[in-house]
């Protein structure tokens, strides 16, 4: 396995749609193998979700684990947000394409997600929490918005100066 590169902000291509995945791409073992290259890229991070818009490929895919032991590898292929429940959650999200920004986000607490597993079987999930944040903000990464969108005006100029003095502090 090996590392991928990780767009970041303000990268115009996050804000690209991903396009859906088609049945045939999902026994490819290229497409096994980039599976797992954005598992290790996620881990190493470290992140506890990776889109496949985030290393510059645009199709409707990614990985998940919220797991403290990082042993739950989730997959999603063209998932579906099917509902959102009316009760909200705050989360402080931070994104591996904005690294070192972190902002409260409030998001549906549940949601039921359908979805592809890795070898194209279809599954249905309802989950909250977490998981749930986790699930939506990654989906909104195949739709080409960031959380970051989510925020007032004002903290999202915040948010952006601080990530650009961040940049700066690198040497960036």
């Known amino acids: ?7 970041e902000y303000p990268d115009t291509r996050l804000r690209t749609v991903g396009t859906p995945v088609a049945a ?3 026994a490819d073992p290229a497409f096994q193998k980039l599976l797992d290259d954005m598992f290790a ?17 645009h199709q409707r895919f990614m990985v998940i684990d919220v797991t403290e032991g990082r042993d739950q590898p989730l997959v999603f292929v063209n998932p579906v947000i099917r509902d959102k429940s009316a009760d909200l959650r705050a989360y402080q999200e931070g ?3 904005i690294p070192g920004i972190y902002a409260d986000v409030t998001r549906s607490d ?7 597993d890795r070898h194209g079987k279809p599954f249905s999930l309802t989950t909250d929490g977490l998981l749930a944040t986790c699930i939506q903000h ?16 004002l903290k999202r100029e915040r948010a952006v100066k601080k990530l650009e003095k961040l940049r700066k502090q690198k040497g960036e």
Not at 1 to 7: H, K
Not at 41 to 57: D, H, R
Not at 138 to 149: A, M, R, T, W
């Open 1 to 7: 396995m090996s590392q991928l590169p990780i767009l």
């Open 41 to 57: 890229t996620m881990y190493e991070a470290p992140g506890i979700g990776l889109a496949a818009a985030q290393v510059n490929v």
């Open 110 to 116: 549940g949601i039921t997600v359908d979805a592809l």
């Open 138 to 153: 990654e989906v909104d990464h195949l739709d080409g918005k960031l959380f970051i969108d989510y925020l007032s005006p």
């Open 95 to 97: 994104c591996l394409s």
């Open 24 to 26: 045939e791409t999902l």
